[in-house]
């Protein structure tokens, strides 16, 4: 039982250029989340999703997009990476929205150049 | 909407001492969920301690005890006899009922001195 897994664990990109963030979860959870942890900023909610096949837009969306084609597996994309999409980014999921407790991925540091 | 406030953005204490972290939060709702997080060095976000809203007993995990006051919207972490371990950033968060996410305060750094 691995729990909540993300790829890759650490990536430079030069500014303009695109990529993915893969997570994975093993739990079965319906809801998943993608954050971004900046210094002196806590954990800021970017999409998240209810269920297979839907997404919705947390506090700070834009620049990324999302995908969940499967239930265990939430993609985050940054189509023209900037600067200020430096970052630690971190998944997670729940068996239910806001009651059930959160559990995270290891995180993915993105330097943006 | 519901905010999360953590005044002390960093606290120290002795190892074996007790150190108390804060946290308020504001909100119309009457249930609720409350959380305490606990992100170590390795950056990998750990779940401490969990309290419903709806029961008066506060929540205890071994060394880590809460003390929620529903009136005034406070939920403080109590760590007792404190570990280098301990060492972390801890962020509470709220969850509202609904289909709503965790809203997270900014986390409060502990330092454990030797």
């Known amino acids: 039982n691995a729990g909540v897994t993300q790829t890759p664990k650490f990536r430079v990109l030069k500014t303009g250029q695109s990529m993915t963030l893969l997570c994975a979860q093993d739990?079965?959870?319906?809801?998943m989340y993608w954050y971004r942890q900046d210094p002196g900023m806590g954990l800021r909610l970017i999409h998240y999703?209810?269920?297979?096949?839907?997404?919705a837009k947390g506090e700070v969306p834009d620049g990324y997009n999302v995908s969940r084609l499967k239930k265990q597996n939430f993609l985050l994309g940054l189509e023209s990476a900037a600067p200020s999409q430096t970052s630690v980014y971190f998944c997670?999921?729940?068996?239910?929205?806001?009651?059930?407790?959160?559990?995270f991925g290891p995180g993915t540091r993105l330097l943006v150049l | 909407a519901q905010t999360v406030t953590q005044s002390q953005p960093e606290m120290s204490v002795q190892e074996a001492e007790t150190v108390t972290l804060s946290c308020t939060y504001d909100t119309s709702e009457s249930d609720y969920y409350l959380f305490w997080y606990k992100q170590p060095p390795s950056r990998q976000m750990i779940l401490v301690i969990r309290?419903?809203?709806?029961?008066?007993q506060n929540a205890t995990e071994n060394r880590f005890s809460v003390n929620f006051q529903k009136a005034a919207k406070s939920f403080s972490l109590k760590i007792s006899d404190s570990q280098l371990g301990d060492a972390a950033m801890y962020f509470c968060a709220y969850a509202g009922s609904g289909n709503t996410p965790l809203v997270f305060g900014k986390g409060t750094r502990l330092s454990v001195i030797a």
């Open positions: 309290q419903e809203a709806y029961k008066q």
């Open positions: 739990m079965n959870h319906e809801y």
């Open positions: 999703s209810v269920g297979e096949g839907t997404t």
């Open positions: 997670a999921s729940s068996y239910s929205t806001g009651r059930g407790a959160q559990y």
